[in-house]
């Protein structure tokens, strides 16, 4: 079936540096995107959205960029602190928002 | 900040005992979910409730599954007769407009 997969499980950095977590995607009929921090013991915790007739979106220190010819969403942290240390999770929302597909994950380690 | 609250944290039931989990979504939202994620996978979606009905479900959410909202606040989960792979961590979440959604920090099932 379609699903929300992750590139890369476990992303390395040190602090200050931008992060780049990536998520590719195959159901072509999504239209909403997100990104979720989830940290040991919590829950999910939403970080930005985009919706599909965007192609970048930008938060506090994120950007998110959607690729829809390729079907590739990414996350952009930029000077990362040790607070953002976590599993980033990309989320694909369709339906109407009855449901989100949720990715596999990237565990963020951000080097002091 | 408006947060959803799930009780228990921690619920250890034995295989075969109906559970039920317990969610306060946020007040002024009208979409609730349910959602679980087993040790190390992904979060994967159960259930969405919406004008005092299921409006989505997953395959996931079987006969042993269901969902009631007894009052104008809380909103819960039953499993009937528990086994050994629904011990996860199940995820209440709300929103306001179908996306956006806040999730709680979740429930810890265990089924021995």
């Known amino acids: 079936g379609e699903s929300v997969g992750l590139h890369l499980p476990t992303l390395s950095v040190q602090e200050g540096d931008n992060s780049i977590i990536n998520c590719a995607y195959s159901n072509s009929a999504s239209d909403y995107f997100i990104w979720y921090k989830q940290e040991s013991g919590k829950g999910p915790q939403f970080i930005i959205d985009?919706?599909?007739?965007?192609d970048k979106r930008q938060g506090q220190r994120v950007t998110v960029l959607l690729n829809k010819t390729v079907k590739h969403l990414s996350l952009q942290i930029a000077a990362t602190q040790p607070g953002d240390s976590a599993v980033y999770f990309c989320?694909?929302?369709?339906?109407?928002?009855?449901?989100?597909?949720f990715g596999g994950g990237t565990r963020l380690m951000v080097k002091p | 900040e408006p947060e959803v609250t799930q009780t228990p944290s921690h619920q250890v039931t034995q295989m075969g005992q109906e559970v039920i989990l317990r969610c306060v979504p946020i007040s002024n939202h009208l979409y609730f979910y349910w959602y679980r994620q087993i040790l190390g996978q992904k979060v994967e979606f159960l259930v969405s409730f919406y004008n005092n009905e299921i409006s989505e479900k997953s395959e996931i959410f079987d006969d042993q599954f269901s969902v009631e909202r007894p009052d104008g606040s809380n909103f819960t989960l039953k499993i009937r007769s528990t086994k050994l792979e629904d011990s996860a961590m199940y995820f209440c979440?709300?929103?306001?407009?179908?996306?956006?959604?806040?999730f709680g920090s979740g429930t810890r099932l265990t089924v021995v």
């Open positions: 989320a694909e929302g369709n339906n109407a928002g009855n449901m989100l597909t």
């Open positions: 979440a709300s929103s306001e407009e179908g996306y956006g959604y806040t």
């Open positions: 985009i919706r599909s007739n965007m």
